[in-house]
């Protein structure tokens, strides 16, 4: 009885990290907010004509995965390069499992801007640090059934409900984003595959 006494405050502890560690509730509430208080451009493959709201409506689904019960999930975490994984696998259920990956990089690059007068071609230093943070949850239907790509500052960029791929672009991009994006995009998917054939 001691034992379990002395064990179960620890235990909560465990779990109640476990579930701070998911920061997808947080993320969703700022991304919702930065989008409906600017004007962005939407490319949906599903929709010719998308909107914030629609956008919303599709976040509410998200919603309901950032609120998931985290007690009765198996918690793993391991890094890769400059990717941290997180991941909650679900022994019952319908969703198999919830992924977590943060993404660090600081960018000190320079580009060259080349103009369409006959002017002479710029060099521009870029230097700025991002955060993003990618969610992916496995279902038993389907191995990626959402799939959803923020950054701290910028805000949501992209996000999947099975087939559908919606990707969100700001009038004023974050300085260095359109250069790291692609391949912070590649990387992050190899990285989903390996944690999902784990």
Known sequence: ??????????????????????????????????????????????????????????????????????TNSNYSQSSQGHHKIQVWKFPVGHIKALYQVETSIALDTVVTQRYLENRAPTQHRIQNN???????VTTSDDPLHFYYMTEAEQGLLEYRIGNRQVQ??????????????????????????????E
Do not use: W
């Not at 991002?130 to 992916?136: C, N, Q, S």
């Open 168 to 197: 969100i672009n700001y009038p004023s991009k974050k300085e260095g984003l359109s250069d790291i994006l692609p391949k912070v995009e590649r990387e992050v998917s190899a990285v989903l595959s390996a944690a999902m054939k």
């Open 1 to 70: 009885m001691l034992l379990i006494q002395t064990i179960l405050p620890f235990l909560f502890l465990l779990l109640q990290a476990q579930a701070d560690n998911y920061t997808f509730k947080q993320d969703l509430e700022k991304d919702l907010g930065k989008l409906t208080g600017s004007p962005v451009f939407i490319s949906d493959n599903t929709s010719a004509s998308p909107s914030v709201q629609t956008i919303a409506h599709d976040l509410q689904l998200f919603g309901v995965v950032a609120t998931i019960d985290l």
């Open 130 to 136: 991002f955060t993003f943070r990618t969610y992916a």
